[in-house]
């Protein structure tokens, strides 16, 4: 397939999708959020990837929706079109994806490394949700996803200020699971992502829905979700191979069963 506003990789079970508009610090544009959605369709479908990783440039993750694109749409085309639904699809992904992120993470950047289920970022990354300084606000969840990652002090201000957070204050609060020198960022977000992709893909989905699930639904009823879907994993080859395993002290071997 040919590629204009990204990259593709495939390697050791891991895709890694690089977003390519250097000429707009990676500014997502409507090709751009199609072709993102066009590769992890295509790693999605693959049965020999187990995790995903969408990085961009070391200056900048991305720097936002395509400003130039929006400026001059009208409210009946947005709305018609539900302008950012396909944006929106990277999140209902059901494997892992980790946003690998340098530099600046801005707006729709911010919003698309937060539809990720981690981000780990360089000590150079800037996040921030500056809308309100063009006239608009979030459009890709950030109200939503922000609060939920850092609560709502600092988003509130983040949002209402438009203000950046660099890499240490973004790991303090919660917005990243690491943060790495600029040089080995992708090394160690693609060292996770193998990792993560020699687990068996059936209990790498359940735990990602069941914490995906933690958002939006009561603590009775998650915990009633994950016990269900606990007692559900038994019915895998890869619970018996995981557990086996063990008991014959040796490292399991996974595989999907469909592939079996
Ligand atoms: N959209 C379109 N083009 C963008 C862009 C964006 N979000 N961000 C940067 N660019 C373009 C610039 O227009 C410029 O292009 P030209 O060379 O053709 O003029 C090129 O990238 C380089 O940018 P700068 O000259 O501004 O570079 P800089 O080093 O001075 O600043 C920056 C870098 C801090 C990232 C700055 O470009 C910037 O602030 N960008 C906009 C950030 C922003 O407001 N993002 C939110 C967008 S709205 C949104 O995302 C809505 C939503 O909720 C989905």
Known sequence: MQWNSIQLKQEK??????????????????????????????????????????????????????????????????????FFHLAD?????????????????????????????????????????PEVTLGVLPGIGGTQRLTRAIGKAKAMEMCLTGRQMGAQEAEQSGLVAQVFAKEQLLIESLAAAEQIAQKSLTSLMMIKESINRSFEVSLAEGLRFERRIFHAIFASAEQKEGMRAFIEKRPAKFKPESSE
């Open 89 to 129: 699809r990277v999140a209902q992904r059901r494997k892992p994806l980790i946003a690998a992120v340098s530099g600046y993470a801005l707006g729709g950047g911010c919003e698309l490394a937060l539809m990720c289920d981690f981000i780990y970022c360089a000590d150079n990354a800037k996040f921030a949700l």
């Open 13 to 82: 079970g891991v895709g890694l999708i690089t977003l390519n508009r250097p000429q707009a610090f990676n500014a997502l544009n409507s090709e751009l959020i199609q072709e993102l959605n066009q590769a992890l369709d295509l790693l999605e479908q693959d049965n020999s990837i187990g995790c995903m990783v969408i990085t961009g440039a070391e200056k900048a993750f991305a720097a936002g929706a395509d400003i130039k694109e929006m400026v001059d749409l009208s409210f009946p085309e947005i709305y018609l079109d539900d």
